[in-house]
């Protein structure tokens, strides 16, 4: 059993409760589908920025950007960078249209603006496969904060299963009580806590780790970057003890002896933690320091990456649900403005703890004052992801680690909150309400979204079980980080091209819209599974099936492939939809807006008003 | 809220009416700003990779302490660029929506009198 951080576990049940105790408060706000759904169109621009915020920053951002950099250098540096300009390309071409055009979903607007069931059921197929990639790292990332917080597993479950059962009840508990009200209300506060505990372990890395920023990353840059990996006795010895002797290169004189001691011990199928130099797989004849590019990602995935991320945010269906909550265009792209300005100075912040950690840790670990519940190797963790916590530990005792981990728990909340709302909404609203059941009373169809949220966070919570059983997570260095990329590129690939010509280019046919989404939907999906094979080893190491596993992000392909195929189905089939000319004047049009503003309707009044549609 | 009726020619909302004349041209104009600040935003971030790749004084010359022109873009400079981008994108386009909706209603007007003119 680990070690029990009691301040830390209280802290975090604090913040349990509250959260479970805003979801029971909202309740009786929620009566129908449009206060479930979408809080009743009434967030004001700074209370919705800071939602969508919430939304947005998931585990990924609290935990595996930090862990990125920790593990990549600049390369992990990028995924901060690429999840903040994504909402430049929301507020540039989508916000406002999306917002003008009403509805509920981005299946409603597949559907309305190109009239047809089977476009908004396959829009409902890939919103799942996207919010399922996207729930996976979150559960994930509970199991890793669960075992360095807790160390200790709970009904005969592991301390990370234990972790991602809690986790999932937990969220699948308040979601159902709540909504969209009580998500987004519980978003605000989340992300504000988030953004806090981030800011906080900066400072005090400034302050009590006595961290520099630029001589920090000089002092990492000189010497060569190493990979921290797991292996067997028999890896380890194979080829003439190869990697034994580019470990050795690798690690200090007692970390090598422990590593030696496991190997003379004979049993070919023990592990161990090691350090291995890494490679520069973009300047290939480089050595690979901290401060360049190459760690990860050659040329190609370079721009792939940055394409994924940037693309991504665009074609998240939870963040894009959130512009229908905006009580105009104007207030959505304001709201657009205000995430950037808040999740831009988090992610300032995230890459400076990253490096911090580097120092920090590396000296708490040789002083012997790391804390017990994370794994090392020569001073560096062996699952970076667990560095927001322990470097928390380290700077702060067990506070800064306590409102870290609540962060953490927020994190997930907050986005798996929003994205169990996004599942429902296309099971309840975009299945249940127009196909199956259209005349249901309310009651029945607010009862439909919670027990779509139930399903949808069993399938998570299976998902974040098996995660370790597959091992990806030894297949991966920084997996949460990884995991919600590969949401990004099914997003960017499925519906960014369907939202960029549905929005800009009238001509847009329904067939072109379809084929370009399957085109970019399942091309990614197909990209991805391929990388997860070849990183776990199943596929063959060189070949045609080799070169397409390599690629981490497909996105430089999928997305360009997905816009030609709308292009040239569209010109083939030129079937424009016969009210063509009424669904242009919805999306671009501004009488409503113009109206709306006249009569000042377009200022928020409040979340907690009895909303009648 | 007041009325609103919608034809295949037109859609009302209280006094204000689009025609697909008014929304073409201010499609036209929301297009040109935002693909030109899109193009803007495409150009610099593309440019991060692409001088990766190519150009070893951005990607392994430090020039402040550990930072490279790259490291220092990447984490902290890229944000001024996009809040700037955002903030003056915003501007135009609520400056432009202004000046649109006296644009739409004009066009409005005078597509749906020409319509009449040409009925009676």
């Known amino acids: 059993m680990g070690n029990l951080n009691i301040i830390a576990i209280v802290m975090v049940i604090g913040l349990t409760v509250f959260t479970v105790g805003l979801a029971i408060f909202v309740r009786r706000f929620t009566r129908t589908t449009a206060d479930f759904y979408l809080a009743g169109r009434k967030v004001g621009t700074i209370a919705n920025a800071s939602a969508i915020s919430g939304d947005y920053l998931s585990a990924a951002s609290f935990l595996g950007v930090a862990a990125a950099v920790y593990a990549s250098g600049l390369d992990g540096v990028w995924y901060a960078a690429g999840f903040a300009g994504g909402f430049i390309v929301v507020v540039l071409f989508i916000a406002s249209a999306l917002r003008r055009f009403g509805e509920y979903t981005v299946a409603d607007f597949a559907f309305g603006r190109f009239g047809s069931s089977r476009i908004r059921l396959f829009t409902v197929v890939m919103v799942l496969l996207t919010s399922l990639f996207y729930m996976a790292p979150q559960m994930y990332g509970a199991g890793t904060t669960w075992t360095v917080l807790v160390g200790a597993g709970m009904f005969g479950l592991s301390p990370y299963q234990t972790g991602v059962v809690i986790v999932g009840l937990i969220i699948m508990f308040y979601v159902m009580v709540g909504g969209m009200k009580g998500t987004t209300l519980n978003q605000i506060f989340q992300f504000w806590w988030l953004w806090t505990a981030m800011f906080l372990v900066v400072v005090f890395a400034f302050t009590a780790g006595k961290f520099n920023y630029a001589k920090g990353l000089e002092e990492v840059t000189a010497e060569n970057h190493r990979d921290v990996k797991t292996v067997t006795v028999a890896e380890l010895t194979a080829d003439d003890a190869a990697l034994l002797a580019s470990v050795e290169t690798a690690m200090s004189e007692k970390g090598f002896a422990e590593v030696q001691a496991v190997v003379d011990a004979g049993d070919p199928d023990a592990t161990v933690g090691v350090l291995i130099p890494a490679k520069n797989k973009l300047h290939t004849l480089r050595d690979m320091f901290f401060n360049e590019p190459g760690h990860r990602y050659n040329a190609f995935d370079q721009f792939s990456m940055v394409l994924a991320l940037v693309l991504g945010t665009a074609g998240l269906p939870h963040i894009l649900n959130r512009y229908y909550t905006n009580p105009s265009g104007s207030a959505a792209r304001r709201s657009t403005f205000w995430v950037l300005v808040f999740i831009g100075t988090f992610y300032i912040l995230a890459p400076i703890a990253g490096l911090a950690g580097k120092l920090i840790i590396d000296d708490a670990w040789r002083a012997g004052l790391a804390p017990a519940n994370a794994a090392y190797v020569d001073g560096l963790l062996l699952k970076s992801d667990a560095i927001m916590p322990t470097l928390a530990q380290i700077l702060g005792g067990e506070w800064l680690m306590g409102a870290v981990a609540a962060g953490a728990f927020a994190a997930m909340f907050s986005t798996t909150g929003g994205l169990l709302i996004a599942s429902a909404s296309a099971i309840g609203h975009d299945v249940y309400e127009k196909y199956i059941n259209p005349d249901a009373p309310e009651a029945r169809k607010v009862l439909v979204g919670k027990i779509s949220v139930l399903f949808f966070a069993v399938v998570a919570l299976g998902i974040g079980l098996g995660i370790p059983a597959v091992g990806l997570d030894k297949a991966y260095p920084a997996l949460i980080a990884m995991m919600v990329t590969w949401a990004f590129a099914v997003g960017a690939g499925a519906f960014v091209p369907m939202l960029l010509t549905g929005i800009w280019w009238k001509k847009t046919t329904e067939r072109g819209a379809l084929a370009g989404m399957l085109v970019g939907g399942l091309g990614s999906f197909f990209f991805i599974i391929m990388n997860i094979l070849k990183q776990l080893g199943h596929l063959p190491s060189e070949g045609v099936l080799a070169f397409v596993g390599s690629l981490t992000f497909p996105t430089l392909f999928t997305f360009p492939a997905a816009l030609l195929t709308i292009i040239i189905v569209s010109k083939i089939d030129g079937q424009l939809p016969k009210n063509v000319d009424e669904i242009w004047m919805r999306i671009h049009g501004t009488a409503s807006e113009r109206h709306e503003k006249e009569l000042g309707l377009d200022k928020v009044s409040t979340m907690f008003g009895n909303s009648k549609h | ?120």
Do not use: C
């Not at chain 2, 030109?36 to 440019?47: I, R, S």
């Not at chain 2, 944000?79 to 649109?100: C, N, P, Q």
């Open chain 2, 1 to 120: 809220m007041g009325e609103t009726s919608a034809r295949a020619t037109h859609v009302q909302h209280g006094s204000h009416i689009d025609t697909i004349e008014s929304v073409d041209a201010v499609f036209r104009e929301q297009r040109k700003l935002s693909f030109a600040y899109g193009a803007v935003f495409f150009v610099v971030t593309l440019a991060i990779p692409a001088m990766s790749v190519w150009w070893k004084s951005w990607y392994a010359v430090p020039i402040w302490g550990g930072f490279t022109a790259n490291y220092l873009f990447v984490s902290l400079l890229y944000y001024l660029f996009l809040w700037g981008l955002s903030w003056t994108y915003i501007k135009k386009a609520d400056a432009l929506d202004e000046r649109l909706s006296h644009m739409a209603d004009e066009i409005a007007a005078a597509t749906l009198a020409a319509a009449e003119g040409g009925e009676s």
